[in-house]
């Protein structure tokens, strides 16, 4: 981990001579920002609805945009002519669809084409304008289908067709309400080696609530929903109140917990409290915002945690970061026991510099307790990935020549899967050959305090048609364990995905994989098929 931390931090030092540069005024030469929003999320992949017509191109950057400020950069990694698909950043959540994208077109490759692709997106928008859109709504509706089959005569394999709603609406049929609904409903089916069956059902609700403005300044919203300015207080049902002025803002909420196994409306876990945000001036070229509060909550009366935050966004044309912080206040029985009065918990921390358009340096600490992980599939390589999640990590991306891109990143884990120092190396180019062949890997060399191995993947994609496109891909982790004595543990896998626009607003994603080894054998299939409206 030294050497990979004194490497990466020769490339810190450098970037040090180009701070100045990173606040410093966007040149008069730059094109002027255009603005799209997010049409549909699928595990880590996040879609925006423009592509290579409005002047995007593959490796870009794109900012999400909230309240004007920064909350994520996506990288676009897959591209159409009227739609481009980007990586949902690592540690990222909360992003949702209609999320405002905000990007600088590439008025080098394409002037012609981004001037009239999209002038004729707004001419046909005006024709042919949806019932949905004239009443203020937009959303996805969808089908999955996954099924696991253990292969290893020790486990048990299961089917799970489910479906997903998605509504958001914003002054609905004219009126002046919001509105937000999120739920999915899975039916599971799960079968062992003994020849034993059951089946379970579950319908969740992540979201659902009205929003209203009271007057210019406040906004009061009612039932299930979260908020980005209250930490780790991710879903609640009750009541938030927030004022809005300028750069300023502050809010307060109320409400209860739903059950932590299944969603359900639950009275046993009681919270409120209060935050204040303040913020840059829109539409600087330095872009921050600092959020503070304090959140309090009791089951069955008794106290269960207090806490105080803090969260910092920060954004420029060459720095981005981002900073959660939490600081938990023990009281009642929990000073009984000898707990410190004050201690810091859950902190998250990422930041990226781009030093020029080649190169960029990155670092990034993650000691949260618990995090809300959406994978459409799991693969030995997101397995491994989760497993690891916390630690620090500092890395590098530089790209030599246009289409290729290279990184490497030193990481060190310290947690309850046991201590783990890695070192990852990453390579991708695009566009190769008339067919647009997109090819990566990555080689990762993992040291632990009771393993040490190897963690390799690839992967081979192209577009089909425009905006479809397929791949294949293939892993092998091999490591060895000290169990009794050492063991060498292997296991491989390897699959195949599609992702296809079939007509408009209507997407088919289907991916398979096989995996085998020492320790899992299973064949994995998924498949959906949802349609946007907007």
Not at 1 to 15: D, E, P
Not at 209 to 225: D, I, K, N, T, Y
Not at 285 to 297: A, D, I, Q
Not at 433 to 454: E, I, K, N, V
């Amino acid at each position: 981990m030294r050497r990979g931390a004194v490497l990466l931090g020769v490339l810190l030092a450098l970037s040090g001579t180009y701070v100045s540069g990173a606040v410093a005024a966007v040149e008069s030469t730059t094109p002027s920002p255009s603005s799209v929003s997010i049409a549909y999320l699928s595990g880590s992949t996040v879609y925006v609805d423009a592509g290579r017509n409005q002047g995007i191109d593959i490796g870009q950057e794109l900012r999400v945009v909230r309240d004007g400020v920064v909350v994520a950069t996506l990288t676009v990694r897959n591209l159409s002519s009227k739609r481009a698909s980007c990586d949902l950043p690592e540690g990222v959540t909360g992003l949702e669809v209609g999320d405002q994208v905000v990007f600088e077109a590439n008025l080098e490759l394409s002037p012609e084409i981004a001037a009239t692709g999209a002038a004729a997106g707004t001419r046909r928008r005006s024709r042919q304008e949806s019932w949905f859109r004239r009443n203020g709504l937009w959303g996805t509706v969808g089908v999955r289908y996954l099924r696991f089959e253990d292969r290893s005569a020790f486990g048990s394999s299961y089917s799970q067709p489910a479906y997903n709603v998605r509504l958001e609406g914003h002054g609905v049929a004219g009126s002046s309400l919001d509105l937000s609904v999120d739920t999915r409903a899975r039916q599971t089916f799960r079968s062992n080696s003994s020849g034993e069956s059951e089946s379970s059902s579950r319908t969740t609700v992540y979201r659902l609530l009205l929003a209203h403005p009271v007057g210019e300044l406040f906004r009061v919203s009612l039932g299930r929903q979260s908020s980005p300015d209250l930490a780790s207080v991710s879903i609640f049902d009750g009541a938030l109140g927030e004022f809005r002025k300028g750069r300023w803002g502050a809010g307060v909420f109320g409400g209860t917990q739903p059950d932590p196994g299944d969603l359900s409306f639950s009275k046993q876990t009681v919270e409120f409290g209060a935050f204040g945000r303040f913020s840059s001036t829109p539409g600087t070229p330095l872009r921050w915002s600092v959020t503070g509060g304090g959140v309090s909550s009791s089951v069955d009366g008794e106290a269960n945690r207090d806490y105080l935050f803090l969260r910092g966004i920060l954004s420029s044309t060459r720095l981005t970061g981002y900073l959660m912080q939490e600081l938990d206040i023990a009281r009642g029985w929990k000073t009984d026991t000898g707990e410190a009065t004050v201690s810091p918990t859950s902190t998250l921390l990422n930041a990226r510099f781009r030093i020029n358009p080649r190169l960029s340096v990155f670092s990034s600490f993650d000691n949260r307790r618990n995090i809300r992980l959406y994978r459409d599939r799991d693969t030995p390589e997101t397995s491994f990935d989760d497993s690891y999640r916390t630690g620090w990590t500092l890395g590098a991306e530089v790209v030599p020549i246009p289409r290729v891109r290279l990184g490497a990143d030193a990481r060190t884990h310290r947690g309850g899967s046991g201590n783990l120092e890695s070192y990852s190396g990453r390579f991708r180019v695009d566009r190769i050959t008339p067919l647009r062949l997109q090819f990566s890997t990555r080689a990762t060399r993992y040291l632990g305090s009771d393993r040490d191995g190897w963690l390799t993947t690839g992967s081979l994609s192209m577009p089909v048609a425009g905006r479809n496109r397929v791949e294949v891909h293939t892993g092998l982790r091999s490591e060895s364990v000290e169990l009794a004595g050492q063991e060498t543990i292997s296991t491989r896998w390897y699959g195949f995905q599609a992702d296809m626009g079939l007509v408009r607003g209507l997407f088919l994603l289907f991916s398979l994989d096989i995996t085998r080894g020492d320790t899992q054998k299973n064949n994995q299939a998924y498949s959906s098929i949802s349609y946007r409206f907007r």
